[in-house]
């Protein structure tokens, strides 16, 4: 019998970045199964043509439309038969068509969202590690990859925890994205590090800059998701993304900090089980299950030596400290737009932190006062959810520049 996994033609979106870094590594180690066949990033258009030059591509894909030409030329000066696209409308196309069958969606931001719609409608594997499409419009999302017969597996190191350890069927997580059954389950247990500022009071967070918010002490992950995990936003949008993914309401998550970051998080069942899923913290490990599964596949992570590593710490979250883990769960019980407003708002807050605008505080103090000032209406079709996102940036960039006062850290350079 020939055990081995179809040959995946897949299309890396945000390959420029730190997921799309350890997707193409991965991709790598396995020239006779998994085949680039897409690369899409936002604007540097150098990191592109470089990528595009190791792993041969048959579409290259910048969002920037003006930076178009300049990656045209570069392909054909470096003597590639690589398209070149531009522009969201494009990458919504070739992510739809049979350029590909896997999709890595690795885009930072509701920006990822078109594309990650555009992978769950069109029925492909979908290693979804943008998260903030699922907080943006997980009903629709969700519904959509069901809908099409699409096999959603989540690249979050939580979330896929969660999925290796849930009883689903070996074709993939389609029915757990869709909400399919409870599993037997009593609850899931999220497990966050706490990230750099973990165990400071309040008070001694008002003047932390973007460089130490950025500095994690365990993952090695881009700028917008390293300071969410500073401020536990990050815990937050995972809170809702669990739900959206494995069907379990707000009631039945929990969050448990454990600095080693080594348990990726935990299932408790019905029957007093509790199953977890361990490793280091390294993304190859969760692609690696995304591109193999059911089967597995090397990932160039080595195993975990639990002798050297010592001890595994739990504690519970402080959310006096990090408000943004409270702020999440409110806007999940609020539901409709409310899980809309409260991710751009962040994503608004977030960037104004990173370019020394505003001081570390004021990203829970925008977010909540965002989800405060706005309506919560019923989530019922795309349109009403992107109104939601658009005037929840226009509100934070607004308060924003209403307050000159703000402590200003200085920027990230
Ligand atoms: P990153 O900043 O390192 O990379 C982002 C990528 O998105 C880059 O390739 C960039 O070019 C591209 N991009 C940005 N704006 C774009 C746009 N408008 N259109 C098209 N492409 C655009 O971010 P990252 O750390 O790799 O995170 C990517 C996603 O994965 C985020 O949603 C994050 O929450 C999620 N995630 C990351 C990790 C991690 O370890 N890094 C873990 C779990 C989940
Ligand atoms: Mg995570």
Do not use: Y
Not at 352 to 377: K, M, N, T, W, Y
């Amino acid at each position: 019998m020939n055990d081995q996994p179809p040959l995946r033609d897949i299309a890396v979106l945000g390959a420029t970045g730190s997921i799309g870094t350890s997707a193409l590594d991965v991709v790598a180690r396995h020239p006779d199964r998994l085949r680039v066949t897409v690369l899409a990033a936002g604007s540097n258009v150098e990191a592109l043509l470089a990528l595009c030059r190791r792993h041969r591509p048959a579409h290259a894909v910048i969002a920037d439309t003006g930076a178009h030409a300049r990656l045209r030329d570069g392909l054909r000066e470096s003597g590639l038969p690589t398209q070149a696209h531009a522009g969201d409308p494009a990458l919504g196309e070739l992510v739809a068509s049979d350029a590909c069958d896997t999709v890595v969606a690795a885009i930072v931001g509701a920006a990822g969202l078109p594309s990650t719609l555009a992978a769950a409608r069109a029925g492909k594997r979908l290693l979804l590690a943008n998260k903030e499409s699922l907080v943006l419009a997980g009903e629709l999302l969700t519904a959509a990859a069901g809908a099409a017969g699409a096999c959603i597996v989540p690249i979050d190191s939580e979330h896929n925890a969660i999925f290796q350890c849930l009883p689903v069927a070996p074709a993939g997580i389609g029915a757990c994205a869709a909400g399919g059954g409870s599993h037997g389950l009593r609850r899931i247990l999220l497990t966050a590090s706490g990230g750099p500022f973990r165990g400071r009071a309040r008070a001694a967070l008002a003047d932390v800059t973007p460089a130490q918010a950025i500095a994690h002490p365990k993952w090695s992950m881009g700028p917008k998701i390293s300071v969410d995990s500073a401020t536990l936003m990050n815990k937050g949008l995972e809170v809702i993304e669990a739900h959206h993914l494995f069907g379990v309401p707000a009631t039945q998550i929990h969050v448990l900090v454990h600095p080693q970051s080594l348990v990726h998080s935990l299932v408790e069942f019905i029957d007093g089980s509790t199953l977890a899923q361990l490793g280091l913290p390294d993304m190859r490990t969760a692609l690696a299950v995304g591109f193999g599964w059911p089967q597995r596949i090397e990932s160039g992570v080595a195993g975990l030596d639990l002798l050297a590593q010592g001890r595994l710490d739990f504690e519970a979250p402080d959310l006096d400290a990090f408000p943004c883990l409270r702020l999440a769960f409110d806007a999940l019980a609020a539901g409709g737009t409310a899980p809309a407003v409260l991710n751009a708002a962040n994503e608004v807050a977030v960037a104004a932190f990173l370019h020394g605008r505003i001081g570390f505080l004021q990203i829970p103090a925008l977010v909540e006062d965002a989800l405060a000032s706005l309506p919560v209406v019923a989530a019922d079709s795309l349109d009403v959810l992107r109104d939601a996102d658009a005037l929840s940036r226009r509100h934070v960039e607004q308060a924003i520049a209403r307050n000159p006062t703000a402590v200003r850290p200085r920027a990230l350079s």
